[in-house]
């Protein structure tokens, strides 16, 4: 049923981006949207790794700052004493996007983001989230690639599982 929804999130977005995304070569300042889906993964730490497939959905005065919220799906490996457990659970997040260098064929952006878990996760953490990104424009569409490097802090709020740092790459997709 999660997987449902987010998909159905998804898709019910996707005709909302193509009247709603930033110009990047626009020269006026105006309000924009963009959706960038994206997938991740981690090295391991502790025991543990991470999978994350996310849902960003940038708003902001076409410039350098946009606002960032965020769905996510994270799946988490868990292997202690030959031992392997899983964790699943969907996450909402909040947060900041800049752009500090851009020119007009692509742009670098640091992105800082903190939410939680919901529902009836597995694991209930609270995350801590940045990432730095290289965007290439993709050929003459407005539409851009992303390939990211970041570091996740989860704070476990459930017992018998720690706290864990993640370093991770992510791929997305702007819209």
């Known amino acids: 049923m999660k997987h449902f929804f987010i998909l159905s999130v998804f898709l019910a977005m996707l005709p909302m981006s193509g009247n709603a995304q930033c110009n990047p070569n626009a020269t006026t300042k105006y309000l924009c949207l963009g959706i960038e889906p994206n997938i991740g993964a981690s090295f391991g730490n502790k025991g543990m790794r991470m999978n994350n497939y ?15 919220g965020s769905v996510e799906q994270t799946y988490n490996y868990y292997k202690m004493d030959d031992v392997k457990t899983y ?70 709020r459930t017992e018998d599982i720690g706290h864990h740092n993640f370093i991770y790459f992510a791929l997305g997709f702007g819209l």
């Not at 996310?54 to 005065?61: H, K, Q, S, V």
């Open 54 to 68: 996310a849902l960003d959905l940038y708003l902001g005065i076409q410039g350098r700052l946009n606002i960032v």
């Open 87 to 156: 964790f699943s659970n969907t996450g909402l997040a909040g947060g900041l996007a800049y752009q500090f260098v851009k020119n007009a064929k692509s742009h670098w952006q640091m992105k800082a983001k903190m939410g939680s878990t919901i529902g009836h996760a597995d694991w209930k953490n609270t995350f801590y989230d940045v990432s730095v990104s290289f965007v290439p424009q993709i050929g003459k569409s407005s539409s851009n690639g992303s390939l990211s490097l970041g570091y996740r802090y989860a704070h476990s």
